[in-house]
């Protein structure tokens, strides 16, 4: 992604391509003037994420393929949103977060710290 930087400084790596992820479905969590859900945070879905994120009202499994969307499952890479996953946080739910892969812009809203307590490897 041209000229995009993640929360380390660097440039923004993409998060998925398979499943195809991002606001505007390019393989990275960028930002963009319609994205009002902030989708910054490339995060790696586990069980527990995905049942926690349906009980709050956003089904993260169920296919939606008008949206280009064919539902995921544990282990699969996406760009969340950065309010979502400060709930999941203070829920003690919070998946863990591709730093790499993480706009710059999460951090108007996110500590850095807790996103590095939760940083898997690329």
Do not use: I
Not at 61 to 83: I, M, N, S, V, Y
Not at 110 to 122: I, S
């Amino acid at each position: 992604m041209s000229g995009a930087r993640n929360v380390l400084g660097g440039s923004l790596m993409a998060c998925s391509y398979d499943p195809l992820t991002g606001f505007l479905r390019t393989g990275c969590c960028e930002r963009v003037a319609e994205d009002f859900g902030k989708h910054w945070v490339c995060v790696k879905v586990s069980a527990a994420f995905l049942e926690f994120s349906a009980a709050s009202g956003n089904d993260l499994c169920t296919p939606r393929p008008e949206f280009r969307f064919r539902g995921l499952k544990p282990g699969d890479r996406w760009c969340l949103c950065a309010l979502r996953w400060q709930e999941a946080l203070s829920a003690g739910m919070a998946p863990p977060v591709v730093l790499e892969a993480t706009h710059e812009s999460a951090l108007e809203l996110l500590a850095l710290e807790d996103l590095q307590r939760y940083a898997v490897a690329v």
